[in-house]
């Protein structure tokens, strides 16, 4: 029942009702939203800002697929960010994990006073192969999430013909995969601004289908 959900939930369906749906509207919020996105990396208020930019996007996607009647649209969405959200919660685990086992067994051998901890080399072992695997982990799951999203953004480009959906997704895609050298980072960042146009890029209205085609079925949520 939607009485037992939390509000957060139903303020999101709320406001990704298909009768409030527009393109001009998906234009805005996911302009904006991309650009909160992009202020992320400002101290203190950037992940508010981020995790607000993310919603905004989400619900522009929302508007999308119901106008163009795709489910795949949003659908690909949601789980690119579920996994999304899911590396960073386990890269997290991973590093809290080894570092707090590291710490504790390190102070098993520092206990007398006046005498400096020894950690025995398997210890340090340990702690590397943690961290290592948490790493590892996220980023495959980075990985998988780029490719739901270029799914998603490959789908807006055909249907809406932007183009630059396409390559944004792309280049986030290549950039995912390149973040374990840390260059990938600044291909995801350029892949933000990229979406950003993209957004401000949206027509006001879907472009007509070809001569002799039916036009894509409307879709309603509940």
């Known amino acids: 029942m939607r009485g037992e959900n939390p509000a957060y939930v139903y303020i999101f369906y709320s406001l990704s009702g298909s009768w409030m749906a ?4 998906a234009k805005t919020l996911g302009g904006v939203g991309s650009i909160l996105a992009l202020l992320g990396i400002v101290p203190s208020v950037g992940p508010v800002l981020s995790i607000a930019g993310l919603i905004m996007s989400l619900v522009a996607v929302k508007y999308i697929s119901d106008i163009l009647g795709d489910k795949r649209i949003f659908n690909n969405m949601i789980i690119a960010v579920i996994l999304g959200i899911g590396g960073i919660v386990v890269l997290v685990a991973f590093v809290f994990a080894a570092i707090a086992r590291f710490i504790g067994i390190g102070n098993l051998f520092g206990a007398s006073p006046g005498v400096s901890p020894t950690i025995p080399p398997s210890d340090i072992i340990s702690l590397i192969a943690g961290l290592a695997i948490g790493l590892l982990a996220a980023w495959v799951l980075i990985i998988v999430s780029a490719v739901f999203l270029r799914m998603s953004y ?69």
């Open 22 to 25: 527009s393109l001009s509207q």
């Open 154 to 222: 490959k789908s807006v480009a055909a249907r809406l013909n932007v183009g630059l959906f396409s390559t944004a997704a792309l280049l986030y895609l290549i950039g995912a995969a390149l973040t374990i050298i840390l260059i990938g980072f600044v291909l995801i960042f350029v892949a933000q601004i990229l979406l950003v146009v993209a957004f401000f890029s949206l027509p006001d209205t879907p472009p007509m289908p070809p001569s002799g085609t039916a036009p894509a079925p409307m879709t309603t949520s509940g």
